[in-house]
Structure formats: structure tokens, C-alpha cells
């Protein structure tokens, strides 16, 4: 009997027939997002449709709406204003990284990759790995910290090369 190839199946020799490993490639900054997908050596990057996710990009003025609160000096008569408790943007690209991170989970708990390359931007890195579970965790193969977003998917590629073959 002659092994059939089905959509999304190799035909291996002796007759044994293996499924694509399909590679994701992650490329994220604080505020954008895309999953490029590559379904072998030397097939490309082809992006996710959808995949492709952007945040707020609003600056602080924006995010912040009131004056900071002011208070007296604690050694004479003069008066400064108060430092906000916590980074209003820095916690909008958090929450932002945190869908992005929930996005893959679903989609990895659904089968739909086998391994994660995720290429991201040093602040952001750090931010999707904390946010990613134990579970697609364990599928990412290698990272860079570089922030490619806007680059084409061929440069994607070449960054890449010598972290995973594409």
C-alpha cells in the first residue's frame, strides 16, 4: 500500500508519514505584536492572520489625566509635587503583553503550533515570559532580544539564523 500525503502530512521514506512541525515566531514590543508561522526548513515566514495584535501607544499625558498630588516640604515652608506610586504606560504595555501572552496560550493549547520563537524587544521579553504558561512555555525553543516588528519577514529569518532553522 502507497502512503497518501493529506494537507498538513509529510510522506517520509519507508512509508512512514509525519506531520509539519510548525514553528511560530513571536516578534513583540510593548505596544505591537505579530505570529509569523513557518511549516519547515526553508519555507519562510508567513504571518498568522490572526495574529497580529497593537496596544495602546498613548503617550503619558494621555494615560494620566490629573496633576499629581502635592504636598508640603517636611523642612520648611515650600511645597512639591508627590511621584506617582507606579508607571501608568508601563502598566498599559503590561496589560498589553498579558493578551498577547493569553492569545497563545489558547492558540497552543488548541494545537495549532508545535514550537515558539519569540523575538522581542529586551523590556518585552522579559514581560512575555513571565505571562506565558508553564505549558507554551515549555514550546519555546530559543528568543532574541531585538525589537523587529516593522522588519520584513526575510530579516526576521536572518536575525534568526544560528537560534533555529527556517
Do not use: Y
Not at 151 to 156: D, G, V
Amino acid at each position: 500500500m502507497i502512503p497518501v500525503a493529506r494537507p498538513g502530512f509529510n510522506v517520509v521514506q519507508d512509508g512512514f508519514v509525519m506531520r509539519k512541525t510548525i514553528t511560530w515566531v513571536v516578534v513583540a514590543n510593548g505596544t505591537k505584536a505579530r505570529v509569523l508561522e513557518n511549516t519547515g526548513p526553508g519555507r519562510g515566514l508567513v504571518e498568522v492572520e490572526d495574529g497580529v495584535f497593537a496596544g495602546p501607544n498613548r503617550p503619558d499625558r494621555e494615560v494620566v489625566s490629573d496633576r499629581p498630588g502635592r504636598t508640603f516640604d517636611s523642612h520648611g515652608v515650600g511645597r512639591h509635587a508627590k511621584q506617582p506610586r507606579s508607571d501608568p504606560a508601563r502598566h498599559e504595555r503590561h496589560a498589553f503583553l498579558r493578551g498577547v501572552a493569553d492569545w497563545l496560550d489558547k492558540a497552543c493549547a488548541e494545537g495549532r503550533c508545535d514550537r515558539i520563537v519569540v523575538v522581542a524587544a529586551p523590556h518585552a521579553l522579559g514581560g512575555l515570559r513571565a505571562e506565558l504558561s508553564p505549558q507554551t512555555r515549555a514550546k519555546v525553543v530559543g528568543d532574541l532580544d531585538k525589537d523587529l516588528v516593522a522588519a520584513p519577514a526575510a530579516a526576521i529569518v536572518d536575525a534568526l539564523d544560528g537560534i533555529v532553522l527556517l
